[in-house]
């Protein structure tokens, strides 16, 4: 009340009443010009990492002066204790629709780790060593991008993960596995992709764009693909990778967003897609059961029919994707997620869910994916894990629609 009454004596002469004017209608004015700066510009930075630069020569890339704020840190990251996410992106049928699938993602999202870490790491340790440049390789054109991707997650996980990484003068240090990593003096004592397989769980490839606007797989460390090898696509386009792997309906549903993504997509911009697949043994890093790694002659053919159930595995990819803007090379990053089938038919709504998406595949869908060689034994074996759900009662009817993709 003293306030007021103070206020109101001051206010009363007119020269200290202009003064307050005068000073209100600054900091308004203030406010509202640094709200729509924040408004238009969300990001340091980025006034250069949006559309507006789109209009280049295909092949050319002007570096782009972008970043974004930092991440906050994983909350309650813990090696042991934070399990794989749980992606299940799989819907009900009847229908089965071929699409891109992309999805909005945040930055700070941009890498998941969990407490399969060490797993991985010591897989794709191993496969460094015994398969080498077959795994991890770069273009020369491709190196600077693989460099800035490198830099990138040096700056990246730090903040996210800082029980596990710290930022040092020349680079970043694993803290569990005692690995130090120097990325500042010349020459780099590995070849960059394979200093990135050793930091995530992922598998990442670098999309070039080549004179002609499409864009070519110039880097990639490609150590748990599962299905397919980075020297059978390396140095290949976009749709040579995609038909020469009998992707269904590639040229009719994929291939011309895909190429519009690629041209378009801008360092400010991140996006997501999941896939599955079932796999009859449990191998993370090669299906062992389609054939040899080091078979020209691999797939589904060679593959053992009706096993038991304990040999089918859910494998399920989380993949993102981001322009470099310095480099102006496409990061591709590939999460694998991999589980007995046993395991995740234990979850609420799952079997019948993952049944009914398996018979929503069109013929081309299921030749793709395998279908014939375990369709008997998975398909009875969910439609029971279902119908012990219904008669617990913990499903209700058996249909609910969780969020995409989980
Ligand atoms: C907009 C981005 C992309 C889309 C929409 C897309 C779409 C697809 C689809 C639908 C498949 C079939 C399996 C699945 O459902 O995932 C596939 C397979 C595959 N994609 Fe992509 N893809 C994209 C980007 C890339 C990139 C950047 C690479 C670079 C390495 C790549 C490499 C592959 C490979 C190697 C396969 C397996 C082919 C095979 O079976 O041999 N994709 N992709």
Not at 186 to 215: C, F, H, K, N
Not at 224 to 230: I, R, V
Not at 245 to 258: A, H, I, R, T, Y
Not at 320 to 346: C, E, M, N, Q, W
Request: net charge neutral; charged share 25%; proline share 6%.
């Amino acid at each position: 009340m003293k306030l007021v009454a103070y206020l109101s004596e001051i206010l009363g002469n007119p020269i200290v009443f202009c003064l307050a004017v005068v000073t209100s209608i600054a900091a308004i004015s203030s406010r509202y010009y640094t709200w729509h700066l924040q408004k238009s510009y969300p990001r340091r930075n980025n006034s250069t990492g949006s559309k507006a630069t789109q209009k280049r020569t295909p092949g050319q890339w002007t570096p782009i002066d972008f970043t974004v704020p930092d991440p906050p840190p994983y909350p309650g990251w813990d090696l042991k204790l934070t399990k794989p996410l749980p992606y299940r992106p799989f819907k009900y049928g009847p229908n089965y629709f071929i699409t891109m699938g992309l999805r909005k993602g945040g930055f700070d999202e941009w890498i998941e780790l969990d407490n399969e870490f060490l797993k991985f790491h010591s897989l794709k340790r191993e496969r460094i060593e015994i398969r080498g440049d077959k795994c991890c390789k770069t273009a020369p054109e491709a190196l600077d991008a693989a460099i800035e991707l490198l830099e990138m997650l040096c700056d990246y996980l730090p903040k996210r993960y800082p029980s596990m990484f710290v930022a040092t003068k020349v680079g970043i240090n694993n803290v569990v596995t005692g690995e130090e990593f120097d990325i500042i003096h010349r020459p780099l004592s590995e070849e960059p992709m394979r200093t990135i397989a050793r930091l995530l769980q992922d598998d990442v490839a670098i999309m070039m764009e080549g004179d002609d606007g499409q864009y070519y797989l110039k880097s990639g460390s490609i150590l748990l693909p599962g299905f397919w090898k980075l020297e059978d696509k390396f140095n290949m386009s976009l749709s040579d990778i995609h038909t020469s792997g009998n992707v269904p309906q590639f040229k009719e549903k994929l291939e011309k967003g895909m190429t519009n993504f690629f041209r378009r997509v801008m360092p400010n911009d991140m996006v997501l897609r999941n896939n599955y697949f079932i796999q009859v043994d449990d191998n993370l890093a090669w299906s062992d059961s389609i054939g040899s790694e080091d078979s020209d002659n691999v797939g589904w053919f060679s593959a053992e029919k009706h096993k038991i159930i304990n040999h089918h595995w859910f494998r399920s990819e989380r993949q993102s994707l981001r322009r470099l803007p310095r480099s102006g090379g496409v990061a591709f990053t590939i999460r694998t997620y991999f589980h007995p089938v046993t395991d995740i038919a234990k979850e609420p709504y799952v079997p019948g869910r993952l049944a009914s998406a398996v018979r929503s595949w069109g013929d081309d869908v299921a030749v793709y994916k395998g279908r014939e060689l375990y369709q008997s034994v998975l398909l009875e074996f969910l439609d029971g894990e279902n119908q012990k759900q219904i008669d617990e009662g913990t499903i209700g009817d058996g249909k609910s629609h969780k969020s995409y993709p989980f």
